[in-house]
Nanobody
Framework: VQLQASGGGLVQPGGSLRLSCSAS????????IGWFRQAPGKEREGVSCISSGDNDGSSYVVDSLKGRFTISRDRAKNTVYLQMNSLKPEDTAVYYC?????????????????WGQGTQVTVSS
């Protein structure tokens, strides 16, 4: 199981970015996919999760980011997105996508075993 996060970059406060989590060789739709972030000097924190499309496909965003971040899945492109709007400097972090690799899981998985390499998001003027 290999995941790849992409779409990060430098954006001004108030701007938007869309991160992508993609995979090759298997369908992401069968798995719960989570997004996490880790800012310099801070612990990694969960951001969002979307359940397996084989299950109920439910999703959530942590309360502190609701209204600004949205998670979605494009089955045709085998990609899970994290849309981030109204970005703030405190959103600066490396963002990772991850999965437990277990078919049909709902969010949150018991444990995330497979991680993408991360993509840097920097919010600065």
């Amino acid at each position: 199981v290999q995941l790849q996060a992409s779409g990060g970059g430098l954006v001004q406060p108030g701007g938007s970015l869309r991160l992508s989590c993609s995979a090759s060789g298997f369908s992401l739709d069968y798995y719960a996919i989570g997004w996490f972030r880790q800012a310099p000097g801070k612990e990694r924190e969960g951001v969002s999760c979307i359940s397996s499309g084989d299950n109920d496909g439910s999703s959530y965003v942590v309360d502190s980011l609701k209204g600004r971040f949205t998670i979605s899945r494009d089955r045709a492109k085998n990609t899970v997105y994290l849309q981030m709007n109204s970005l703030k400097p405190e959103d600066t972090a490396v963002y990772y996508c991850a999965t437990d690799g277990v078919l049909g899981t709902t969010c949150p998985p018991y444990e995330y075993y497979y991680w993408g390499q991360g993509t840097q998001v920097t919010v600065s003027s």
